[in-house]
């Protein structure tokens, strides 16, 4: 058996290294339906921010090592992170003016957002901006 060159070892460990920096930022994307894939302008897209820990939905743990995105549909859900920071989200089943529904706390379909911690009065907070405009829609500071 012959032992590696120098060159095909620096390769291997390149590879290595570039699948654990991978596996670290939290790929996998979390579906909160089950079935076929659905078209972007019929879910929210929830991008987990770099200061998010993980989250829990519907009683599942989705820790940051692991996901990085939440793909919603229509519905009412409640996000809860470590040291019991939480935030609802409302997603109605129809699109809406951007102003009501921010004023109303609410995320519109076919929008992507970014959810965002930190620390506010002491404790720890949500809030979930618009990935493009920057737009607060909900926060829980």
């Known amino acids: 058996m012959r032992s590696m060159s120098n060159k095909a070892r620096l390769i291997l460990i390149v590879f290595v290294l570039a699948l654990t920096a991978c ?9 909160t339906w089950v079935g076929p894939d659905r078209s972007n302008m ?3 897209t929830l991008q987990l921010g770099p200061d998010v820990k993980g989250v829990t939905i519907r009683e599942r743990e989705l820790p940051r090592s692991e996901y990085g995105t939440i793909q919603l549909v229509p519905g009412k859900y409640t996000l809860y992170e470590r040291d019991d920071a939480t935030i609802g989200i409302t997603i109605r089943p129809v699109l809406v003016d ?15 957002y970014v959810l965002h911690a930190g620390k506010s009065d002491g404790k720890r907070a949500l809030w979930i901006e618009d990935a493009r405009s920057g737009e607060v829609f909900i926060d829980t500071r």
């Open 98 to 112: 951007a102003t009501k529904a921010r004023a109303r706390g609410e995320l519109i379909l076919g929008h992507t």
């Open 23 to 31: 596996a670290e930022k939290g790929e996998n994307v979390y579906r």
């Open 42 to 44: 019929a879910i929210v």
